[in-house]
């Protein structure tokens, strides 16, 4: 079964520092990997996604995340941190396992941005 | 395009009343269908999986009798919250995956907020 950890239950930076979000999965098969955005109160919002091909995938918002096999790695980055950004983060995967492809969610990362 | 739509959005109910949540997509038709629980700065909880004209596949530790899960539609299914107890108030988000596109993307409704008095 895939399994998701995401290291540091809260990220403090200053606006304008880079953003630095990680995440590790486990999967028995090629994951698909998601990294989603959720506002008090609101829904989730797609960042970005690998599925194939280039590793490297860049979102909306400046956000962009590398897939790193070798270390089963999906971390999420942005350059330049602005005060909209300061959101939950959750990062998710997705694969074929019993029952069909499901998507499991880490536990999320609390993102504050300091002026 | 790929919107997915849950109404109520916030629904108050007293403990051992039931709830009806409804989860369309709008533009698409969705074979499958997942509903997850979300408690406060928690994460998401999967806690079926919902696949039209057959019965809902639930994860290990979600009661299916207090949870009833229909997939009526490739556009429509409903997660009923039976005799609802306070320790059931949470915030539920549904799913639903367009195959069609092949890329096993889940698109998420906006979340109905239960709280049970």
């Known amino acids: 079964a895939q399994s998701v950890t995401q290291l540091g239950s809260h990220v403090s930076v200053s606006e304008g520092a880079l953003v630095l979000l990680r995440c590790n999965y486990s999967s028995s098969v090629p994951p698909y990997l998601f990294w989603y955005v959720q506002y008090p109160n609101q829904g989730l919002q797609l960042l970005l996604k690998?599925?194939?091909?280039?590793?490297l995938v860049k979102g909306i918002n400046g956000f962009e995340a590398e897939f790193k096999k070798s270390e089963t790695s999906f971390h999420l980055t942005k350059p330049s941190a602005h005060m909209s950004d300061a959101a939950e983060y959750f990062c998710?995967?997705?694969?074929?396992?019993?029952?069909?492809?499901?998507?499991?969610f880490g536990a999320g990362t609390r993102l504050f941005v300091k002026a | 395009g790929a919107v997915v739509s849950q109404h109520p959005s916030w629904v108050i109910c007293k403990s051992g009343t039931s709830v009806k949540i409804e989860c369309r997509s709008l533009?698409?038709?969705?074979?499958?269908m997942f509903w997850y629980r979300q408690f406060p700065k928690q994460s998401l909880m999967l806690m079926a999986t919902s696949n039209e004209g057959s019965k809902a596949t639930y994860e290990q530790g979600v009661e299916k009798d207090k949870f009833l899960i229909n997939h009526a539609s490739l556009t429509l299914s409903t997660l009923t919250v039976t005799s609802a107890h306070p320790e059931d108030s949470s915030f539920y988000i549904c799913?639903?995956?367009?195959?069609?596109?092949?890329?096993?993307?889940?698109?998420f409704g906006p979340g109905t907020r239960l709280t049970v008095t």
């Open positions: 799913s639903a995956r367009h195959d069609e596109l092949g890329t096993y993307e889940q698109y």
């Open positions: 998710a995967v997705s694969d074929r396992g019993t029952g069909g492809f499901k998507t499991i």
């Open positions: 690998y599925t194939t091909g280039a590793t």
């Open positions: 533009d698409f038709q969705a074979t499958t």
